[in-house]
C-alpha cells in the first residue's frame, strides 16, 4: 500500500513507500512509483490509483470514450485537473508542450493530420504520437465526390438563382426558362485523375470507377496494400504533371509537409498550365498546396472549376470556385471512428507496449506475452551500442531474457524484452529501471505486468523520474 506524510502542505512520498508490490500471476513485480514530490501527480485528491489516466482535449466521442474499461481507465474532460495523465487525446486543439505532463506516456489524434502536435519535440522525449489513417476516409471521399458533381453542373447557382426569383414570386414562371443558364457536363465517360492513393484516394477511385469513370493517378509513395485496394484500370503515372494531362477532373489526397522537400504549393504554375479549359480539381486534403495565384489565373481564362473545404482569401469569390467549410471529416460516423481508433491503439499501447499507427515511432506488432513473463520496454536514442547496454543490465541483474524485438525510426529506437518469472517469487524491476533508465541515450522505459499506472519511468536530461 502506498503510504503518504503530510509536510507543509505538500504531500510526499515516504522513503519507504517508494516500492509498490503487486500480484502478478503466482509471483510479486516490485516496482518503484512516485519518488519525491506529489506535487508532480497534481492533486493527490483526485489520483486514481491503479488507473490509467487519459486527458482529452476537444470533445471527443462517447463512442470512442466508450473503447476505455470504466474499471482500468480514469478519463478527464474539459478542464477537470488531469496532472498525473498517462495518455492524451484530442482532435484539433493545438497541443504545447507544458499541457503535457511527465507522466504522459503517448498522445492519439482522433484524425490523420499532426500538424496540431509538437511531433518533433515529442520524439525527443521519447513520447509516440499516432493517428488515425482511414477513420475518416469514407466521410472525405463522400464530400470529394459530392464536391466533383458540383463542380460539373452549376448546382450551388442554379439553387441562388431559384432563391432570388422566389423572394420575387417568378420561380414557378421561370424554373423552366432559365434552366439553360446552369448546363454541365456529367461524369460518366471522364477522366478522373487521382493524386495521392492512401486510404481516401483509393477510395475516390473506386468510387470514380463506379460512376464510368476512367481512373489515372500518382503516388510516388504507394505501398503495396493501397495497391491491392486500387481498381485494376488504374493508370498509374510516373509524376503529378502526367496525372493531371488530359483529365477532366482532378482530386489532391497528399499531406500538407512544410520545408524544404515539402508539398507546400505543390499544385503550383507549372502544374495548373498542363490542366484542360475545363477541368475541376478538388482540393479536401489542405489549402496550402495549391499556389492560389496560378489557380486564379487559370480560373480567370479558362472555364473550369476549384472545389475545395479550406478557406482562400484569393479565390473565395471568384464565379468558378465553390469554397465549402472544412467539412471533410465532419459526420458523426468519422467522428465515431476517429475516436474508436485513437482509443485502441492507446490502449494497445498501455497495456502491451504495440505500436501502430504512429507518425514518429517505429510500427511494432507483439506477440503475446508468454505466460509468467513480464515485458520491459525502452525507448531511447537509435545510437549503435544501445541494444548491448540494455541486454548487459538484464544479464547483470540475473534476470532471463524470453524474447526480446528491436526496432527503429529515424532517431528513435523501441526495445521490447519479455523476461521470465518461472524461478522467482518476487521479481524486483526497482533498481534494474533505474540502471537501464539512466544510460546514455534511453529516454524512458516501462514495465509492463498488468497493474494500470505503474512501472513507468523517464531519463529527464540526467534526472530519474518515476
Not at 522513503?15 to 493527490?44: C, M, P
Not at 486527458?55 to 477537470?80: C, H, Q, W
Not at 475518416?136 to 431559384?162: F, P, Q, T
Request: overall charge negative; hydrophobic content about 35%; glycine content about 10%.
Amino acid at each position: 500500500m502506498l503510504k503518504t506524510t503530510i509536510n507543509k502542505g505538500l504531500l510526499r512520498c515516504t522513503a519507504s513507500a517508494n516500492i509498490l508490490r503487486r500480484a502478478f500471476s503466482d509471483i510479486q513485480v516490485d516496482v518503484e512509483h512516485g519518488r519525491g514530490a506529489w506535487k508532480t501527480y497534481g492533486d493527490v485528491k483526485n489520483y486514481s490509483m491503479g488507473k490509467y489516466q487519459i486527458k482529452t482535449f476537444n470533445k471527443i466521442s462517447p463512442v470512442g470514450l466508450a473503447k476505455f474499461p470504466a474499471d482500468d481507465y480514469d478519463i478527464r474532460t474539459g478542464d477537470i485537473e488531469a496532472a498525473n495523465a498517462h495518455a492524451i487525446l484530442l482532435r484539433s486543439h493545438k497541443l504545447k508542450e507544458e499541457e503535457i505532463p511527465k507522466t504522459c506516456r503517448a498522445i492519439a489524434r482522433c484524425g490523420a493530420g499532426t500538424n496540431n502536435v509538437p511531433v518533433d519535440r515529442m520524439t525527443e522525449l521519447g513520447i509516440p504520437v499516432f493517428n488515425t489513417p482511414g477513420a475518416n476516409a469514407n466521410a472525405v471521399k463522400e464530400l470529394a465526390i459530392c464536391g466533383m458533381l458540383l463542380g460539373s453542373r452549376r448546382v450551388i447557382d442554379g439553387i441562388n438563382h431559384m432563391s432570388e426569383l422566389g423572394k420575387q414570386g417568378l420561380a414557378k414562371e421561370r424554373v423552366e426558362k432559365d434552366k439553360a443558364l446552369f448546363g454541365g457536363q456529367e461524369v460518366a465517360g471522364k477522366k478522373l485523375s487521382v493524386i495521392g492513393l492512401g486510404h481516401i484516394g483509393s477510395s475516390i477511385a473506386s468510387t470514380g470507377q463506379g460512376l464510368g469513370m476512367s481512373l489515372k493517378g500518382y503516388d510516388p509513395a504507394l505501398s503495396i496494400k493501397s495497391a491491392l485496394q486500387l481498381p485494376r484500370q488504374m493508370n498509374l503515372t510516373d509524376s503529378i504533371t502526367s496525372a493531371v494531362a488530359d483529365a477532366d477532373y482532378i482530386s489532391i489526397n497528399i499531406p500538407y509537409i512544410k520545408g524544404e522537400g515539402g508539398t507546400h504549393g505543390i499544385i503550383g504554375r507549372e502544374i495548373i498550365d498542363h490542366l484542360k479549359p475545363g477541368a475541376v480539381l478538388l482540393n479536401f486534403a489542405r489549402g496550402e498546396l495549391v499556389d492560389s495565384e496560378a489557380m486564379k489565373e487559370f480560373l480567370d481564362n479558362c472555364d473550369g472549376r476549384y472545389v475545395s473545404d479550406f478557406p482562400d482569401d484569393l479565390l473565395w469569390d471568384h464565379k468558378n470556385c465553390i469554397i465549402l467549410p472544412h467539412l471533410g471529416a465532419s459526420t458523426s460516423e468519422a467522428e465515431d471512428e476517429a475516436a474508436s481508433m485513437a482509443a485502441n491503439t492507446i490502449r494497445d499501447f498501455l497495456e502491451t507496449g504495440t505500436i501502430r499507427n504512429s507518425v514518429n515511432f517505429p510500427d511494432t506488432s507483439l506477440p503475446d506475452r508468454p505466460e509468467g513473463s513480464v515485458r520491459f520496454t525502452v525507448v531511447n536514442k537509435n545510437t549503435s551500442g544501445m541494444l548491448a547496454h540494455i541486454t548487459e543490465a538484464f544479464a547483470e541483474g540475473n534476470i532471463n531474457i524470453i524474447q526480446q524485438i528491436n526496432h527503429s525510426r529515424g532517431p528513435i529506437a523501441y526495445n521490447v524484452v519479455d523476461v521470465d518469472t518461472s524461478n522467482e517469487d518476487v521479481l524486483s524491476f526497482k533498481h534494474l529501471q533505474e540502471k537501464i533508465t539512466m544510460l546514455d541515450g534511453v529516454l524512458s522505459s516501462r514495465v509492463i505486468y498488468g497493474q494500470p499506472g505503474f512501472g513507468y519511468a523517464r531519463n529527464l536530461d540526467g534526472e530519474y523520474f518515476v
